[in-house]
C-alpha cells in the first residue's frame, strides 16, 4: 500500500470548495477505503480544525486560501518533514502550489483541473491576478519531467502550451455517481434554466440573465434559477433589476446534495457560460440528471457537450446566439430528445472507474521509482 501526500487549496468542508475537492475526495478517498494511506495538506479558514479526518482521508490545515503558498511549506517542514511518502500528488486547480520544490516523496504526480491564464484578471484585482499569472509562467520550469494527469484533452493541450511534455501527460477524465444523479419523474411546469456552481465573475453568468432577457422581449417566457455562493452574487442580484427579471430569477444560494439534484432533474435546461472549463463537471451533473446543457463553446466544454446531440454549444459572448439555442432547447421534444442522449453519455463515467486509473498510475510511478 502506498504512502501518498496530496497538496490542495482546499478540502470539501471548506466554504469555498467546488468540483477540484470533489474529485479529490471521491478519488483518494476510495484509495484510503482501499487501504493507502492519504494525507491531504490543505488550506484552513476561520474556526476551522487544523487537524481533521474526511473519506479516510487525514487533513492538515495551514494557512488561510490568501496564505496557503507560503504556509504550506513551513507546515511541511514542522510536521511532515519526517514522514516518508511514496508520492506526493499535487492537485493544481488554477493556481500551481510549487510542492516538488519542497515536499520530499519517491515519486510526483502534478493533476491539472484548469489554469486562469488572462481569465485571472477578468476575476481578481490586478495585483491577485498578476500574481497568479506569474505563477503560472513557472509551470514549464517547476514541473516539466514529472508525470501529469489532466482532467480533460483542452486542459491537456493548455499545459502542452506552457512548455511541458504532451507524452508526460495522461487524461483521466472525471467521473459521476449516476445512481444518485437521476433523471425525475417530471420537470418544473413552466420552462426553467439552471446555473449551478460558484457565483464569480470569470463564469459569466451575466450572459445567462441578459440571454432570458432578449427571450423575454421576443415573448419568451424563461424563468431562471441561480444556485451557488459567491462574491459576485450582489452583481448579478443588481443586474436582475436593471433587466427587470427579479420576478423571474430565483437565487437559491448553496443547496444540499438532494436540492442539486432536484434542481438538474427538472429543469428544462441547464446554462453554462463560462470562456473556459477544466471539464465541465456541472454539465454533466446535469446529463446524467436526463437535462441538456446550453453552453459556451469553450474548452473543457466542448468535451463534456455534444453540439446538437446532448446540448448545444454557442460561441461565448454571442448573447442573441445564447437566447436562441436556449429558446430552442426547451421545446419540449427537443429538450427530452436531448436529455435522454445525456443520460446516455453520463453513464459512461463512474467514480469507481477513475479511481482505479490513478491507483494504477500511482502504483505504477511506485513501481518505477522502487525498482520493482
Known amino acids: ?3 501518498i501526500l496530496v497538496v490542495n487549496w482546499l478540502d470539501r468542508e471548506n466554504p469555498q470548495a467546488g468540483g477540484a475537492e470533489e474529485h ?3 478519488v483518494f478517498g476510495r484509495l484510503a477505503v482501499r487501504g493507502h494511506r492519504v494525507t491531504l495538506l490543505c488550506s484552513g479558514w476561520v474556526g476551522a480544525p487544523r487537524v481533521a479526518e474526511l473519506d479516510g482521508i487525514r487533513i492538515l490545515r495551514a494557512g488561510s486560501r490568501y496564505t496557503f503558498n507560503v504556509a504550506a511549506p513551513i507546515h511541511y517542514g514542522r510536521h511532515l518533514g519526517g514522514e516518508r ?3 506526493v500528488v499535487e492537485d ?4 500551481p502550489i ?8 519517491q515519486s510526483g504526480l502534478l493533476l491539472v483541473h484548469h489554469l486562469f491564464g488572462a481569465t485571472a484578471f477578468r476575476e481578481a484585482n490586478l495585483a ?3 500574481a497568479t499569472w506569474l505563477l503560472e509562467r513557472m509551470i514549464p520550469s517547476v514541473y516539466r519531467g514529472m508525470p501529469c494527469v489532466a482532467v480533460s484533452e483542452s486542459t491537456r493541450d493548455d499545459l502542452v502550451r506552457r512548455g511541458l511534455d504532451r507524452a508526460s501527460i495522461s487524461v483521466v477524465r472525471n467521473g459521476l455517481d449516476t445512481e444518485l444523479l437521476r433523471p425525475a419523474a417530471s420537470r418544473y411546469p413552466k420552462p426553467t434554466v439552471v446555473y449551478l456552481g460558484r457565483l464569480k465573475r470569470y463564469k459569466r453568468i451575466d450572459l445567462v440573465l441578459r440571454a432570458v432577457a432578449r427571450l423575454r422581449a421576443n415573448g419568451i417566457a424563461v424563468r431562471v434559477v441561480v444556485a451557488g455562493k459567491g462574491d459576485a452574487r450582489p452583481e448579478l442580484e443588481e443586474l436582475t433589476r436593471k433587466l427587470g427579471l427579479s420576478g423571474r430569477v430565483r437565487f437559491a444560494g448553496f443547496v444540499s446534495e438532494a436540492e442539486k439534484v432536484e434542481l438538474l432533474s427538472r429543469a428544462w435546461v441547464h446554462v453554462l457560460t463560462s470562456p473556459k472549463e477544466g471539464w465541465g463537471i456541472a454539465s454533466m451533473e446535469a446529463s446524467a440528471c436526463g437535462t441538456p446543457t446550453v453552453a459556451s ?3 473543457g466544454l466542448r468535451e463534456t457537450v455534444r453540439h446538437g446531440e446532448t446540448g448545444l454549444l454557442v460561441s461565448h459572448g454571442d448573447l442573441e446566439a445564447l437566447a436562441q439555442a436556449i429558446g430552442w ?5 427537443r429538450r427530452d430528445r436531448l436529455g435522454r442522449a445525456a443520460r446516455r453519455m453520463a453513464e459512461a463515467f463512474s467514480w469507481d472507474g477513475v479511481a482505479d486509473a490513478f491507483e494504477e498510475l500511482l502504483l505504477e510511478l511506485h513501481a518505477r521509482r522502487s525498482g520493482g
Not at 493544481?92 to 493556481?95: C, E, G, H, I, W
Not at 510549487?98 to 516523496?105: D, I, M, S, V
Open 1 to 3: 500500500m502506498l504512502e
Open 24 to 26: 479529490l475526495h471521491q
Open 85 to 87: 511518502f511514496d508520492i
Open 92 to 95: 493544481l486547480n488554477k493556481v
Open 98 to 105: 510549487l510542492a516538488p520544490r519542497w515536499a520530499e516523496a
Open 128 to 130: 491577485l491576478a498578476s
Open 297 to 299: 463553446d469553450s474548452p
Open 329 to 333: 432547447a426547451i421545446e419540449p421534444s
